[in-house]
Antibody, heavy 120, light 107 residues
Framework: QLQLQESGPGLVKPSETLSLTCTVSGGSISSESYYWGWIRQTPGKGLEWIGSIYYSGSTYYNPSLKTRVTMSVDTSKNQFSLKLYSVTAADTAVYYC????????????WGQGTLVTVSS | DIQMTQSPSSLSASVGDRVTITCRASQSISTHLNWYQQKLGKAPKLLIY???TLQSGVPSRFSGGGSGADFTLTISSLQPEDFATYYCQQSYSIPSTFGQGTRLDTK
């Protein structure tokens, strides 16, 4: 049974960097059939796709966040990570990691989500 | 970005009802359309991908249709566990975008 689990600080100060890690268990992050992605959800903007990464390290970012986002993958640990720089209160959200089918682009497994609040 | 618009935004129905939710894309997305169900405090759950293919383990009362820019999600006979919020998502182009959601509650 594939499981994804987000981890990282729940509180980040404005202008600092939000860092989250997603640990994948029950399956390999090195599968050629999937991307691994981050999605966030706020009451105001709903669900927003942040970006995806392939096990090779290829990345695809939402253009609206591209200048502030970096994703990385560590196949030895079966983990992938998100860094969002220069955060503001608008980045307060529930952040989800998910596995995305390479052909259909659908997210078939999601982590439980983690609330990140940006506040001083 | 491709805009996804769902209707209605909210819907009240009863157990046993047939319910249809519509999703419209701002341009043609072929059949690159996925549907999710989300319950309060939980992650979205994939129901349908490729506009009409049922994800493994999803009950057959759920069905999806459409192509181009107009899509539907139908629940043939509502069950108590189906009261939730439903989202469509286009995976045709980057960035992938979601509809604003349709909240389905009990009448």
């Amino acid at each position: 049974q594939l499981q994804l689990q987000e981890s990282g600080p729940g509180l980040v100060k404005p202008s600092e960097t939000l860092s989250l890690t997603c640990t994948v268990s029950g399956g390999s992050i090195s599968s050629e059939s999937y991307y691994w992605g981050w999605i966030r959800q706020t009451p105001g903007k709903g669900l927003e796709w942040i970006g995806s990464i392939y096990y090779s390290g290829s990345t695809y970012y939402n253009p609206s966040l591209k200048t502030r986002v970096t994703m990385s993958v560590d196949t030895s640990k079966n983990q992938f990570s998100l860094k969002l720089y220069s955060v503001t209160a608008a980045d307060t959200a529930v952040y989800y990691c998910a596995r995305r089918n390479k052909i259909h682009g659908s997210g078939d497994h999601w982590g439980q989500g983690t609330l990140v609040t940006v506040s001083s | 970005d491709i805009q996804m618009t769902q209707s209605p935004s909210s819907l009240s129905a009863s157990v046993g009802d047939r319910v249809t939710i519509t999703c419209r894309a701002s341009q043609s997305i072929s059949t690159h359309l996925n549907w999710y169900q989300q319950k309060l405090g939980k992650a979205p759950k994939l129901l349908i991908y490729g506009a009409s293919t049922l994800q493994s383990g999803v009950p057959s009362r759920f069905s999806g249709g459409g192509s181009g820019a107009d899509f539907t999600l139908t629940i043939s006979s509502l069950q108590p566990e189906d009261f939730a919020t439903y989202y469509c998502q286009q995976s045709y182009s980057i960035p992938s975008t979601f509809g604003q959601g349709t909240r389905l509650d009990t009448k």
